[in-house]
T-cell receptor, first 117, second 113 residues
């Protein structure tokens, strides 16, 4: 069965410090991968998605970047964190169906709760 | 019109009650629909997919009305453990964004003893 691992579970960082969150998926090949952020009391905001190694699409302009160095590894980074980067960060994966207009459900990791001080 | 709209609630119901959530979506080209459940401070988890003919999973029934661009979730015989936020999810289906889903902000359900 497929599993998704995301770490760390919680992180407290000062403003201006760098960030690296890692996500790995097991039990599947060629997944679509996603990074979301959920601010307190808000909905899920898609930050980045990837359909393959080295292929990253950004949904919103921001202080963050993403990389996919291996098929089942997705990394979220920042060079200098802002107070507004606080939130609950979620990594997710889905199967690729090969059908342009149909999507598989996404499955989430446990999330990283990031607090910026 | 927002891409996915839900009544935020909260819905406060007694155990054993039947409760229904509604959701509307703006993109008529959307093809995939889901309900997710999110517990407080946890990740969203897939509850069920929603099919054109409607589908049932135990106490949960999902319906889709494409003409009205409307999705519903019915929970029968509510349990305390059903307390959570329920997210309506629709695929984006435009702009080359294959695989992208749009999550509603969720409807909060609180089941009381």
């Amino acid at each position: 069965s497929q599993t998704i691992h995301q770490w760390p579970a919680t992180l407290v960082q000062p403003v201006g410090s760098p960030l690296s969150l890692e996500c790995t998926v097991e039990g599947t090949s060629n997944p679509n991968l996603y990074w979301y952020r959920q601010a307190a009391g808000r909905g899920l905001q898609l930050l980045f998605y990837s359909v393959g190694i080295g292929q990253i699409s950004s949904e919103v302009p921001q202080n963050l970047s993403a990389s996919r160095p291996q098929d089942r590894q997705f990394i979220l980074s920042s060079k200098k964190l802002l107070l507004s980067d606080s939130g609950f960060y979620l990594c997710a994966w889905s199967s690729r169906t090969g059908l342009l207009y149909s999507n598989q459900p996404q499955h989430f990791g446990d999330g990283t709760r990031l607090s910026i001080l | 019109r927002k891409e996915v709209e839900q009544d935020p609630g909260p819905f406060n119901v007694p155990e054993g009650a039947t409760v229904a959530f509604n959701c509307t979506y703006s993109n008529s080209a959307s093809q995939s629909f889901f309900w997710y459940r999110q517990d407080c401070r946890k990740e969203p988890k897939l509850l069920m997919s929603v099919y054109s003919s409607g589908n049932e999973d135990g106490r949960f029934t999902a319906q889709l009305n494409r003409a009205s661009q409307y999705i519903s979730l019915l929970i029968r015989d509510s349990k305390l453990s059903d307390s959570a936020t329920y997210l309506c999810v629709v695929n984006r289906n435009y702009g080359g964004s294959q695989g992208n889903l749009i999550f509603g902000k969720g409807t909060k359900l609180s089941v009381k003893p």
